[in-house]
């Protein structure tokens, strides 16, 4: 079943469930791509002080379309807010990310859930 206010078909790309029921602001097509960790990066605390729990940040890489919009946007963010530095394996995994998110919007296929093929060393 398709939400009303879809007025054009959801891409392939997109793995977001709509519904009737979606807020204006909720209201996107989305393909999310697994979070890797930055290990070069300081670990953050994803614990209460009491009890500190040291994680690495994690770098978001997704492709994103709110339903007015004429084109997708690649999005980046972290798991932190803050200047991100990467190893350059960590650049080139990212760059595979990207390029595959941008394959996806341009030939509106699904986007790959295989990422075997793409190592770091």
């Known amino acids: 079943m398709s939400a009303r206010w879809l ?3 959801c891409p392939a790309w997109c793995a977001t469930t709509h519904s009737d ?3 204006p602001a909720d209201r996107e097509h989305q393909a999310l791509l697994p979070e890797f960790p930055l290990m070069s990066m300081r670990f953050v605390n994803g614990g209460p002080p009491s009890e500190p729990r040291y994680e690495p940040v994690e770098l978001l890489v ?3 379309q709110q339903y007015r919009e004429t084109e997708p946007r690649i999005v980046i963010g972290a798991s932190q807010d803050g200047d991100m530095h990467l190893t350059l394996d960590e650049a080139e995994l990212h760059a595979h990310l990207v390029l595959e998110l941008v394959r996806a919007a ?4 699904p986007v790959s859930d295989d ?3 793409v190592e770091i060393e």
Do not use: M, Q, S
């Not at 341009?106 to 296929?109: D, E, F």
């Open 106 to 109: 341009r030939t509106n296929t």
């Open 115 to 117: 990422f075997t093929a």
């Open 62 to 64: 997704e492709l994103d």
């Open 7 to 9: 007025t054009t078909p």
């Open 21 to 23: 029921h979606d807020a």
